[in-house]
């Protein structure tokens, strides 16, 4: 399983393997190809192309699918699943096309652009056991499933996405951590509105959605304390109640900070 998420580098390079492997029948050259990759990271040949990894830059890969496009979908509800990503929960998409599930779900990770962590994606998942139970062994993540069964399927997901029918659905067990207010307005907002705007790209929106992300991390970073050790400062629950912030905004801040391990334990 490949370490880093490029599928334009992936694919290319298994077109290439496949005419290896069409023109010599054997998978000794396409072994060899492998290896010079992997070590070099190129492969040249006349007859069958040549391949540079180099050339598959993994931001572009990041921003290939279309913020724009998801907030089209569902406007304000973005805020949903930006929600979901930052405090790390199991987001659960169905759609019937495997396709759009893999359009859609590669995006998803923009929205929370400070981690460029695209490890949560699952894009393509069965509901067999060996699969589903790899998937339970992850904390947060997002899924794509094409079987409509896994909306009868609880114990896999904080939030369910129907690509199919533009619903999102919040699970009863984190609507207290997923509480709405404020702040959620506030950013639900300026995602619309920048998605909204024609003279915008899909990356000038995620830029814009992380300098309010800054923002929020930046509000509760001036909330910790330092903790012992070369441990990560952790949040005093006191400052932020002086604070006085709206509910939802204090809940949110909190859960944050239990998703960024910033709580003592």
Known sequence: MAKDFNPEKYAAFTRILCRIYLKHGSP?????????????GICQSE???????KDFDARKAYLAGSIKDIVSQFGMETVILYTALMLKKRIVVYHPRIEAIQEFTRTLPALVWHRQDWSILHSYVHLNEEEVEALKACTGYIAGFTDSEVNSRPDLYDVYVNLADSEITVSPLVKEAMTMGKLHKEIGQLIVQSAEDPEKSDSQVIKEISLKTKEVLATLASLTEASDGNEKPTLNSEALKQKRFPPATENFLFHLAAAEQMLKI
């Open 47 to 53: 007859e069958n192309g040549s391949f540079l990894s």
């Open 28 to 40: 000794v050259k396409m072994m060899e190809s492998y290896i010079a990759v992997l070590t070099k």
